[in-house]
């Protein structure tokens, strides 16, 4: 079975870094990207950026460039979304996702989400 | 960057009825690259329908889509129970892959 099974939810103070991780199973990791996608809390979906595991090739929404960093590694089948000083408006929910098949940039497997929580 | 538009924001309806929802994209989407999600709360998206007008694995037919260039539709023939939920279209043509704001179907 295809999956995509993320880290737990953290609660952070400002300032402090955070990594999340999306790992995925049941398939070749390195032959799909894989994106993550922020929602801030009752709002809509954000597209933050994918990277290409099998190069590491990495692709930012201007929106989110310079403000996260996103990982992988293949030997271990994870990505990752990094923060290196986290502000009171990170809070969201964070899904890492990958296409539906190696033909498509369409979206078809979505990890459980990780909820971030920053707070004084 | 491809901005997405919806409408309506909010849809009221009954079970049973019609319920059709618009994505508009400031430029053409490239090869009908347009795929539409459901959202209920605490859940991740679910894949409703993509390249515009092709259905998801296990999605039922009440469900269909259509459109091209910069207007797009999403159509649910009868209200189900289940399908009350928060409904959103992106665009997987062009980098980043942007969403619309989503339209939320509720119960009137």
């Known amino acids: 079975e295809v999956q995509l099974v993320q880290s737990g939810a953290e609660v952070k103070k400002p300032g402090e870094s955070l990594k999340i991780s999306c790992k995925g199973s049941g398939y070749s990791f390195t032959s799909y990207w894989i994106g993550w996608v922020r929602q801030m809390p009752g709002k809509g979906l954000e597209w933050m950026g994918i990277?290409?595991?099998?190069?590491?090739?990495?692709r930012y929404s201007p929106s989110f460039q310079g403000q996260v960093t996103i990982s992988a590694d293949k030997t271990i089948s994870t990505a990752y979304l990094q923060w290196s000083s986290l502000k009171a408006s990170d809070t969201a929910m964070y899904y890492c996702?990958?296409?539906?098949?190696?033909?498509?940039?369409?979206?078809?497997?979505w990890g459980q989400g990780t909820l971030v929580t920053v707070s004084s | 960057e491809i901005v997405l538009t919806q409408s309506p924001g909010t849809l009221s309806l009954s079970p049973g009825e019609r319920a059709t929802l618009s994505c508009r994209a400031s430029?053409?989407?490239?090869?009908?690259?347009l795929a539409w999600y459901q959202q209920k709360p605490g859940q991740a998206p679910r894949l409703l329908i993509y390249g515009a007008s092709s259905r998801a694995t296990g999605i039922p037919d009440r469900f269909s889509g259509s459109g091209s260039g910069t207007d797009f539709t999403l159509t649910i023939s009868r209200l189900e129970p289940e399908d009350f939920a928060v409904y959103y279209c992106?665009?997987?043509?062009?980098?980043?892959?942007?969403f619309g704001p989503g339209t939320k179907v509720d119960i009137k």
């Open positions: 990277i290409y595991p099998g190069d590491s090739d990495t």
């Open positions: 430029q053409s989407v490239s090869s009908s690259y």
């Open positions: 992106q665009q997987y043509g062009n980098s980043p892959f942007t």
């Open positions: 996702a990958r296409p539906e098949n190696p033909y498509t940039n369409c979206v078809g497997v």
